[in-house]
């Protein structure tokens, strides 16, 4: 994308609209990996502030999160550095019936270690030599392993940068490393050309998104997700709400026997917090301290 192009909003109710229909497909997908015992992993790789986190949210909003996970992983520990580089992921990998959404990946040893001076030369040249035999090993055994690389402009992420800057709930997002990112902005460029020389295999193909508007990245990468697994719609065994069946005499224990949570929410309303009778926080009977026990 040309420096100066700029890239034309989608509408919101477009995109919501669009967005909704693709996290039911995206449901029905699941439910096929669950089916079918299939292992997918999905790599988010990218510029900082290009838009990774946001479209993680939105592929996983719907998802079952025992099958569905994030992986993000810390800085290594002094353990994990004397492994082999890529064991500390591949105990992330999914089972049968799982996805795993990593955000960042083992692609951190072509792009920040490489720029940022954290690996050696020598690693980094083994990373390059072994990484394409490592996904040719896990297309091979089965895994339906998809890579994406978001793809921003230094303008438009300078602007999100000054953006979470000025917002004191994302500004936990920024880090000395991120802003360090701007000053070395060609390196990184270098650095990501450079692996997508060694690691663009047609096992493993990169997936570029263009993401200057966070809204089209979002529906066009899961667009091209769903359209890349052949998945299709399992048949669910129809579910009915049993009868409730009739008291056979519990009774509930007094609510003042009870800790209850304060109604905060009464105060929004312009009514003060009630306890609904229940025990002042941090007091408690014998006889509740006994119930609770039985």
């Known amino acids: 994308m040309a420096k100066n192009d700029r890239v034309e909003r989608l509408p919101k109710k477009a995109y919501e609209a669009e967005l909704f229909r693709l996290q039911g497909e995206l449901v029905k997908l699941q439910e096929w990996v669950r089916a079918e015992g299939a292992r997918v992993v999905v790599v988010f790789e990218g510029r900082d502030a290009a838009g990774k986190g946001s479209t993680i949210k939105r592929v996983s909003q719907y998802l079952n999160p025992r099958l569905a996970r994030i992986a993000a992983l810390p800085a290594p520990t002094e353990r994990e550095r004397t492994q082999w580089y890529f064991q500390r992921y591949v105990e992330h990998f999914p089972a049968a019936g799982e996805i795993v959404l990593f955000d960042r990946s083992w692609y951190n040893r072509a792009g920040v270690e490489r720029v940022m001076g954290f690996c050696s030369?020598?690693?980094?040249?083994?990373?390059?030599?072994?990484?394409?035999?490592?996904?040719?090993?896990?297309?091979?055994?089965?895994?339906?392993?998809?890579?994406?690389?978001?793809?921003?402009?230094?303008?438009?992420?300078?602007?999100?940068?000054?953006?979470?800057?000025?917002?004191?709930?994302?500004?936990?997002?920024?880090?000395p490393m991120d802003l360090e990112s701007i000053s070395r902005w060609e390196e990184y460029s270098r650095a990501k050309d450079?692996?997508?020389?060694?690691?663009?295999?047609?096992?493993?193909?990169?997936?570029?998104?263009?993401?200057?508007?966070k809204r089209r990245a979002r529906v066009n990468m899961i667009a091209h997700l769903i359209a890349t697994i052949p998945y299709r719609e399992v048949r669910r065994v129809p579910l009915e709400l049993p009868p409730r069946p009739p008291s056979i005499g519990y009774r509930r224990i007094p609510r003042e026997m009870q800790t209850l949570v304060p109604d905060h929410a009464d105060t929004l309303v312009g009514r003060p917090a009630v306890r609904s009778a229940g025990k002042p926080a941090g007091k408690r009977s014998r006889k509740a301290a006994h119930v609770e026990k039985v």
């Open 121 to 175: 030369k020598e690693e980094y040249m083994r990373f390059l030599h072994q990484c394409p035999i490592f996904e040719r090993l896990l297309v091979e055994d089965g895994i339906l392993l998809r890579k994406y690389w978001f793809s921003v402009s230094d303008r438009e992420q300078e602007a999100r940068f000054r953006s979470r800057l000025q917002d004191p709930m994302r500004r936990w997002k920024l880090s």
């Open 194 to 213: 450079e692996m997508f020389l060694h690691t663009d295999i047609p096992e493993a193909p990169w997936y570029v998104v263009e993401s200057e508007d």
